[in-house]
């Protein structure tokens, strides 16, 4: 049974960092895409970044490249994301979720519980 288990939101002032993690267990996903999804209260979920577990290039929405980078640790199966510059706007639920069928993907099969970020102004 895969299980996803996130950690590491918070409350963080504008301008702050956090750093989330998502520990899977239960299957092995090499060279799957896994990433990392959000939804803020009343708005859609969207894709935030992924990457493949073998390494690769890392994929970014817009709203956050240059300061968010999602990374793996193979050996721990963890997926990590680490949050730089935080915004207000980047205030929402976090997900863990793959693999990613596709870039774009907004239905994996296997998600995290979530994790809360705020980012005060």
């Known amino acids: 049974q895969v299980q996803l288990v996130e950690s590491g939101g918070g409350l963080v002032q504008a301008g702050g960092s956090l750093r989330l993690s998502c520990a899977v267990t239960?299957?092995?996903?090499?060279?799957?895409?896994w990433g990392w999804f959000r939804q803020a209260p009343e708005k859609e979920r969207e894709f935030v970044a992924a990457?493949?577990?073998?390494?690769?290039?890392?994929s970014y929405a817009d709203a956050v490249k240059d300061r968010f980078t999602i990374s793996v640790d193979n050996d721990k199966n963890t997926v990590y994301l680490q949050m730089n510059s935080l915004r207000p706007e980047d205030t929402a639920v976090y997900y863990c979720?793959?693999?990613?069928?596709?870039?774009?993907?907004?239905?994996?099969?296997?998600w995290g519980q979530g994790t809360q970020v705020t980012v005060s102004s």
């Open positions: 979720a793959g693999p990613l069928r596709y870039l774009g993907d907004l239905k994996p099969d296997y």
């Open positions: 990457v493949r577990w073998g390494g690769g290039t890392p």
């Open positions: 239960g299957r092995s996903f090499s060279w799957h895409r």
